[in-house]
């Protein structure tokens, strides 16, 4: 399974494929994440998916796209976002991770083409169409860049930086990165989330109240549970218990506790309803999830 580590602020720790240059390059299936979900999070890096086979849903700051064969789509830095199936339907798809150092060090370059876009707080995401311009030059692109890392020859980081640069040209020409409106509430609004999140983190293990959630973001109740609605399509409650299942799935895994502890450990007062959310989420109970992980780990 694969597990996306986070810190605190829900920022991915990216394991970038030579820790000195920030350029990450993966295929997958969506299977391969437990509840065919990936986890919500941000990164100061701009994330290009490309869909190879099948369907699946995307969630950007809570806008759900439905991306298709051959479909692409690029995340603006520091966007909230979160990849899970479509109708329980398994998806082959490749993440290329590109931090903006990795464009050019001229500052006057940097100032003119690349900056804007990172900045620019309406642009958080671009949604190609295969049978869109510039849909299928984008995933042409893309997929020389999944070459380069299949075939690892001496240097491939080399043309895949240049590769970028190329695409990020075209989008450029072709108006497709052009600054739009202000989003100052949007901006604000995520730095709530992320505060409300970041509380939800360190306090999983006790007995937490929506009052409790909302005061952590400073806000009412009724707006904490609009941005969880917007930003990650659950309630507050939901999160939280989908985030004590994600700590179960590690210690089910990775430690010798029973089924019991574990549920205390997350968090769930309740061993009956911890394996009954258990189930409705992954399909399977705890005691099942364990024996499955050990299996793997012993292959």
Known sequence: MIQIERMQDFAEVIPYDHSEIPL??????LS???????????HEDIEWILIHKGKMHYDV????????ERDSLMINARQMHYSHSCQKQDCLFSCILFHPSLFCNN??????????VLQNRSLEYLHFHQDVEPGA??????????????????????????????????????GQLKPAPDGQELENDLDIQRTMATFLYQHYQEKIT????????????????RIFKRY????????????????????????????????LACGFNHLSYFSKYFCETYECTPRQYRKRERKLKQT
Request: net charge neutral.
């Open 24 to 29: 990450y390059i993966h295929t997958a299936p």
């Open 32 to 42: 391969a994440y437990p509840g065919m979900r990936a986890s919500c999070h941000w």
């Open 61 to 68: 700051n809570g806008q759900r796209l439905t991306l298709h």
């Open 107 to 116: 500052h006057a370059l940097l100032q003119k083409y690349v900056t804007p």
């Open 137 to 174: 030059e984008v995933a042409d692109f893309l997929t020389q860049m999944l070459e380069l890392k299949e075939t690892d020859p001496e240097g491939y980081e080399l043309e895949a930086i240049a590769l970028m640069h190329a695409l990020w040209r075209r989008l450029w020409q072709k």
């Open 210 to 225: 929506l009052d409790e959630i909302a005061a952590s973001g400073n806000v009412s109740r009724s707006k904490c549970c």
């Open 232 to 263: 990650m399509q659950q309630s507050p409650i939901d999160f939280l218990n989908a985030y004590r299942l994600k700590i179960s799935c590690s210690l089910l895994a990775n430690t010798d506790k029973n089924i019991t502890e574990i549920a």
